[in-house]
């Protein structure tokens, strides 16, 4: 059974930094592209960044300066480190595990709240 569970959503102030943690489990983590997705209140889910198993990165434009993904493929853990936050990055956090071919083989982790206001 695959399972994604992330930690260490929170309330923070703007400006301020948040680590997300998503911990794998039921899959070999190293064949497959992890991304953190979130959703805010009424908008639809929006990728904000993947790393292959290779580890080459990819940002939507919002974050990119401000967030960083990396990954442990021994530990089967990827991170996304998140500064200078800022309101509209409210929302809940979502790990996702997709492999390359398998099409099916596309999972979600339960998501994590993260709030920023002062």
């Known amino acids: 059974q695959v399972q994604l569970v992330e930690s260490g959503g929170g309330l923070v102030q703007p400006g301020g930094s948040l680590r997300l943690s998503c911990v794998a489990s039921?899959?070999?983590?190293?064949?497959?592209?992890m991304g953190w997705y979130r959703q805010a209140p009424g908008k639809q889910r929006e990728l904000v960044a993947v790393?292959?198993?290779?580890?080459?990165?990819n940002y939507v434009d919002s974050v990119a300066g401000r967030f960083t993904i990396s990954r442990d493929n021994a530990k089967k853990m990827v991170y996304l480190q998140m500064n200078s936050l800022k309101p509209e990055d409210t929302a809940v956090y979502y790990c996702?595990?997709?492999?390359?071919?398998?099409?099916?083989?596309?999972?979600w982790g339960q998501g994590t709240q993260v709030t920023v206001s002062s």
């Open positions: 996702n595990a997709k492999h390359g071919i398998i099409s099916s083989a596309n999972y």
């Open positions: 039921g899959i070999i983590v190293n064949i497959y592209t």
């Open positions: 790393i292959t198993g290779g580890s080459r990165t």
